[in-house]
């Protein structure tokens, strides 16, 4: 089950807040009350429904919040203060803002946004285009959206505004209604200046900055970028001791942990966030946390458990909630796919058939709520439905349907994650990265010479003080010119600090020129994209008519069943076939692409086994039997590699090659190794208690950088080079019948996991004397 939650859980942690169970009444609240019963004049009586408001709304209890504001507002009316107006309206519509009450929220925006126009009270008008900027880009109104956050970034140009803090959101919002489209490119240069602007102004708000760098990640499949920015943020709340920020972070990067398979490690991260949520009653948390570890069983298809946390998450949620729609659209899936897996024979099986079709059909209900849906809703929700509406159909031999949910998948998913979308957002990080590593080794080499240069002067001003000192005759004189070295000292200062801070500022205007010029290029570019399309689009529906003129014609309809089906198994098996061969995330880009790059990786183990003997034994049992023995041992030591995420590069003969910590980076992967290894002595021991023909084994592994890709491009063969693997094999050649040799680099990342005997220095062709350790037995799981 793919990741479709990223956007909607964005939306949820901007307006739905944590909701807490049955929030109490504070003194203050009970005191305010007691005193609206005995006012009776106007003025006051809508000071205390304004207190109560904003009690309620700080303490959450939002219906009440909403109920004594509604009450200010026709009395500010009646005293016709168009100022108290116009913030009236803007509270009421950032409380339904936060109840998600969309519509409603945007009536009393509006309305408040045209009394506030008419006052100077310019924070409160960006307050309010801030609001509505959220409305819209939750509407799909993007363009409206960018427009609001863009009119408070004009009032701070013009230097209307005093509290920098509107700013600050003015630059988050704009990042996440870009975000929220699925707009990668636009997203990617929002965030940066969003980050920047929170570094420079705001560094005590960088969780935050942190945290959406890291979804933003997340969403576009940047693991790597995505885990530094959420550990980050984790490190940052850690310092400022706030509790549910770390929880928040902990549930993302579990996250990571189970779109990249880690999922015992995804758990533990989850189980921490889980016990401070629950803890603290933070519902709508609890309800997103839950539907992770849905997921994470889904993933690992214990549709039980997977079942159980989705009804654990709707128990949170009401049918007012728009998560609750999600849930239950989860529920249906998982359902679904149940059935799917089964092995029942749905052409024989009439009552599985007939559930399979009833489920399939909700399915397709759920579908169009999503469809209909004014709201933004993310791209992997059409794409998950779209491919389980496949296979079911598919199951129930509509291969018409089947192949008509195929094409869609394909085409959101070309839409969403095309070449061309990642190509230009690949393009602008690449850009952009480049830029800013330039700009800083030049600031980096004015900041040397400033520094160099002041060093000089300074050195010169104590030689000739020293001089001077030396020359003179009286203490008073001394004194004199100490204080005079000391005044010039601080001038030399001065200056240089002066020639800093012009330089800083240089730099920072090149960067924003660099960044203007920038952004003028990417609009010159999409009107020639668009252009591009246009000639495409014309030359298609030419091509098109062209057919129909010819009267090309198609196949019977229960021909195209046949072939769809053909093809679908066809497509399947090579598939299985590329992935038998190529590890998955290689795979997919081949497939995408035609042609993958090698890519270096700075930190894997790499293992080699080797049959002791194995031409002797050949001799003495015969090829055939050798042969035999050998097919079973790799077929076993397959199982173990996958057991412990280690990836099988090829055997040579009789030696086997695997690595561990690619393609998918892992901090465990030299224990995932040595696990691995041991687990291959443990199953040669028992063969040869089995079969008195069966082979002694040694194994070495050896931990550091290595290149890997694929080599050719007829018959691919993903292939690791560097003296990582070199270094691993002569582990292998100076290891002992049954033993697991490693090197010093390897014993290193372990040594508190196993017990070792320790072997010395040993000589060691090309490589001189190396230290070796004999791995004995797992000491720390």
């Known amino acids: 089950m793919k990741n479709k939650f990223t956007s909607f859980a964005i939306i949820c942690f901007l307006f739905y807040g944590n909701t807490v169970f049955q929030a109490q009444e504070s003194k203050e609240i009970l005191d305010l009350k007691n005193k609206l019963l005995t006012t009776k004049n106007d003025r006051e009586k809508v000071k205390l429904y304004d207190d109560l408001a904003n009690k309620y709304s700080d303490s959450k209890i939002i219906d009440s919040a909403l109920a004594y504001s509604k009450l200010s507002l026709p009395i500010y009316e009646k005293l016709n203060n168009i100022e108290q107006i116009g913030r009236s309206n803007l509270f009421i519509g950032g409380l339904l803002l936060q109840k998600m009450d969309f519509a409603n929220s945007e009536r009393y925006l509006v ?12 924070d409160k008008r960006a307050w309010a285009y801030y609001l509505l900027a959220t409305v819209n880009s939750v509407n799909k109104k993007n363009k409206v959206a960018n427009d609001y956050c863009n009119q408070i970034l004009n009032l701070y140009n013009q230097n209307k505004i005093k509290d920098k803090k509107l700013v600050l959101t003015a630059y988050q919002r704009l990042f996440q209604n870009n975000f929220l489209q699925e707009n990668p ?10 980050i920047e602007f929170t570094i420079n102004n705001f560094p005590e708000f960088i969780y935050d900055a942190y945290f959406f760098a890291g979804t933003f990640y997340l969403s576009n499949k940047d693991f790597k970028k995505s885990l530094d920015y959420y550990q980050r943020s984790l490190e940052i709340a850690k310092k400022s001791k706030n509790e549910q920020q770390v929880a928040n972070s902990k549930m993302f990067i579990g996250n990571i942990y189970s779109e990249t398979k880690q999922y015992e490690k995804a758990k533990l991260f989850f189980n921490d966030a889980k016990n401070y949520f629950e803890e603290h009653q933070l519902n709508s948390s609890l309800q997103m946390l839950y539907y992770y570890f849905s997921d994470i069983n889904y993933k690992q298809k214990d549709y039980t458990n997977a079942l159980l946390y989705i009804n654990k998450a709707l128990k949170l949620s009401s049918e ?16 679904l796919k149940t059935l799917i897996d089964d092995e029942a024979d749905f052409g024989q099986d009439v009552a599985k058939a007939q559930e399979l079709q009833k489920l399939t059909n909700k399915q397709s209900e759920s579908l169009e709520y999503f469809l209909n849906l004014k709201t933004v809703v993310s791209a992997e929700v059409f794409i998950q439905n779209y491919d389980i509406l496949q296979q079911a159909y598919e199951k129930l031999g509509d291969y018409k349907k089947a192949l008509f949910y195929l094409k ?26 480049l830029a800013n590593e330039r700009t800083r080794i030049k600031l980096e080499e004015e900041t040397k010479r400033i520094q160099l240069q002041k060093e000089i ?46 330089v800083a500022l240089k730099y920072a205007q090149e960067k924003n020129i660099a960044k203007i010029n920038q952004e003028k290029k990417d609009a010159l570019a999409k009107a020639d994209l668009e252009s591009s399309k246009i000639q495409k689009n014309m030359w298609a529906i030419g091509a098109g008519l062209s057919l129909l003129l010819l009267g090309f014609a198609g196949f019977s309809y229960n021909q195209k069943r046949k072939d769809n089906k053909k093809i679908a198994e066809e497509k399947k098996k090579s598939d299985d076939l590329l992935l038998n061969i190529l590890p998955h995330e290689v795979a997919e880009e081949l497939k995408e692409k035609g042609k993958t790059s090698a890519k270096h990786f700075d930190q894997v183990s790499v293992l080699f086994t080797d049959f002791v003997n194995f031409t002797a034994n050949s001799e003495r049992i015969g090829v055939q039997e050798v042969l035999n023995e050998l097919n079973i041992c790799f077929t076993e030591f397959d199982r173990i ?46 063969r040869k208690k089995e079969n008195p023909n069966a082979l002694d084994i040694r194994i070495g592994i050896h931990s550091g950088p290595v290149i890997a890709g694929i080599v050719g491009v007829k018959k691919f063969a993903y292939d690791i080079w560097g003296d990582t693997v070199n270094t691993a094999a002569r582990m292998e050649q100076n290891s002992s019948a049954g033993k697991v040799n490693i090197s010093e680099a390897t014993y290193q990342l372990i040594k508190e996991d196993f017990s070792f005997e320790h072997r010395g220095k040993i000589e060691t062709k090309g490589k001189g004397a190396m230290d070796m350790y004999f791995v004995n037995h797992l000491v720390k799981s």
């Open 457 to 502: 002067e300074l050195k010169a001003l104590r030689f000739e003080y020293e001089k001077k000192q030396a020359a003179a005759k009286t203490e008073e004189e001394r004194k004199r010119l100490a204080l005079e070295e000391d005044l010039k000292r601080k001038e030399i200062q001065i200056k240089f600090d002066e020639e800093q801070k012009a």
């Open 320 to 335: 007012q909630d728009p998560m609750y729609h999600y849930f239950t659209h989860q529920k249906g899936l998982i359902e």
């Open 641 to 686: 590699m996958e057991k412990y995420n280690l990836e099988k590069i090829k055997t040579i003969g009789d030696a086997y090659l695997a690595v561990s910590g690619l393609p998918i980076s892992n901090e465990q992967h030299a224990k995932n190794a040595v696990n691995a290894a041991l687990e291959i002595l443990s199953y040669i021991q028992q």
């Open 185 to 194: 490119v636009e997203a990617y240069k929002s965030l940066n200046t969003y």
């Open 111 to 122: 309305e408040g946004e045209r009394y506030l126009n008419k006052t100077e009270n310019y």
């Open 408 to 433: 869609k998948a394909k085409d959101k998913k070309e839409e969403t994650y095309g070449l061309d979308n990642m190509r230009n957002l690949s393009d602008i990080q690449s850009q952009t990265e």
